[in-house]
């Protein structure tokens, strides 16, 4: 019998390539949300973020994560547009 010396909780390579997607899309969306010139709108799109990103933290279908994160690429690009405006 082969015994794997992994924890079973480890991250397949693809699994990992996911999860980097997601931190760095977090991560850029926060990014935008602090170029929000209103401390309250700031407040909410941050709360909002973070609160997307929780309730779908559990999700484990690849399709589901993908589509994820492309919506949320979207929403981004769209984000940084509103702001781009808002300055000229």
């Not at 991250?11 to 010139?37: D, E, G, H, S």
């Not at 700031?42 to 279908?61: I, M, P, V």
């Amino acid at each position: 019998m082969v015994v794997s010396r992994l924890p079973p909780a480890t991250l397949t390579l693809k699994q990992f390539v996911r999860r980097q997607q997601v931190l760095l899309l977090y991560r850029r969306i926060l990014q935008a949300i602090r170029q929000v010139p209103n401390d309250s709108d700031r407040k909410y799109l941050k709360d909002w973020a973070r609160e997307e990103f929780k309730r779908n933290k559990s999700a484990t279908e690849e399709d589901t994560i993908r589509m994820m994160i492309t919506q949320g690429n979207m929403q981004l690009k769209e984000l940084e547009k509103t702001l781009a405006l808002a300055r000229s």
